[in-house]
Each structure stands twice: as C-alpha cells, then as structure tokens.
C-alpha cells in the first residue's frame, strides 16, 4: 500500500516511451493566443490583465538591466503555475513533483545570474561574500559559510517547489484513501474526512499557486544582487 501511494509521481509511459515531456509541453496550448482583432475576448482580456500585473509586481525592484528578464521570468510563473493546477485534477501526473525537472530549471537560472554579477560588477558580486565590518579572525570561516550558502540556493529552489506539492499530494491521496474504506463502516466518519479532504484540496490550489509565484520571486531577488 505504501508503493502506491507514490506510484503517483512516476514519470508516466507508453510502449516504454517516458510522457514526461508530453506533460510538460500540454499547458501551452491551453493558453489562448492573441488575435489581429481590436477588441480581444474575455479570456484573453483577463490574461493579458494577469500577466502585466504579475510583471510589474515582479521588476518593481529590479533596475533596468533586470527588465531583460520580464519575458524569461513571466513564462516561468504562468509555465509553473499551470503544471501546478493540472496536476491537481484527476489521473494527472505533475512533472514539478520530480526533483530532476526542478533541479533542471533553478541550477541554469542560478548560475546565469551569477555569471551575470561576475560579469558585470565582478567587485559587488564578491562583496556578498564578506559583510562589511566582519572582524578579522572571522572572516575565513564567513567566507566559507557565505559560499555554501550561494551554491545551496539553486537546491533550495528545487527541494522547496518538490516538497510543498509532494507533500500535499500524498495528503490528498492518504485523506482520500481513508474516506474511501471508512465509508461503509463509519458514514459519520467518512464524511467529516471528505470535509477535511475538500478543504485540503482547496489549501493545495492556495500552494499550487503560491510556490510557482515563491520559485520565481526568489530568482527576481538572485537577479537583483547581480544587476
């Protein structure tokens, strides 16, 4: 019983071929794409709303050289957010669960940012290695701890996004599981578990939404200490 409650984050297969890809490259055609019409639809209204607000709120700390970014970061969130809410449906499988896939898209962005403060303002970028009046006998050991702490960045990206929806769904599916066997012993019992299983469900929307936001914010801010 145990295996099969991860046998949920299994990269998915047909005659032996992985569907991972396939699952990551769905989203984008669920998005509607704009038209040479002067007066767009709703959907595409509400989207072009959604993602200019997204983009100022995310630059409004950034200087100039950081708005280079915008479109990079922008189809990050909306990719993120999108796997995140299908993998939410049943029968589905979300490829963020899979630390590989995360580790995938943190480690080349980390790493850009850094090339770019090396680059750019090689000084500055240095700089956050040693905070300004650390008293001499410790500033080996700080030098240490701070050069840790930058290369642990890009893992605690990919472990965070991996964890939160890993977590909530085997919550989903053990709380789901005991509503389903307590049903013909205890009604009483198995509908207060539904009750806790609809509201959990709602609280991993809320996650869903927030660690796509949470990736992306945290890169805005690595961005920002090199730009």
């Not at 990551?24 to 704009?34: E, K």
């Not at 607000?53 to 479109?71: D, I």
């Not at 599916?173 to 049903?183: D, G, N, R």
């Not at 796509?212 to 801010?221: C, G, H, K, R």
């Amino acid at each position: 019983m145990m295996l099969s409650f991860f046998d949920q984050f299994m990269s998915p297969t047909h005659l032996g071929v992985p569907l991972i890809a396939l699952a990551i490259a769905l989203p984008w055609t669920l998005y509607p794409t704009p038209t040479s019409r002067w007066l767009n639809n709703r959907v595409l209204t509400l989207q072009g709303w959604f993602i200019n607000r997204f983009t100022q709120q995310l630059l409004l700390p950034l200087n100039q050289g950081g708005h280079k970014w915008a479109v990079l970061l922008t189809s990050l969130m909306v990719f993120l957010f999108t796997i995140n809410m299908l993998g939410l449906l049943p029968y589905t499988f979300t490829p963020t669960t899979q630390l590989s896939l995360n580790m995938g898209l943190a480690v080349p962005l980390w790493l850009a940012t850094v090339i770019i403060g090396m680059r750019n303002q090689p000084t500055a970028a240095l700089g956050h290695l040693l905070p300004e009046g650390t008293p001499v006998p410790l500033i080996p050991v700080l030098i240490i701890i701070e050069t840790i702490s930058l290369f642990i960045r890009p893992l605690a990206l990919g472990v965070r996004l991996t964890a939160n929806l890993t977590a909530g769904h085997l919550l989903i599916q053990l709380i789901a599981t005991a509503a389903f066997v307590l049903m013909p012993m205890m009604p009483t019992v198995a509908i207060l578990t539904a009750t806790v299983l609809f509201l959990l469900t709602l609280l991993e929307v809320a996650v869903a939404m927030i660690q796509a936001y949470v990736f992306v914010l945290l890169l805005s801010l690595y961005l920002q200490e090199n730009v």
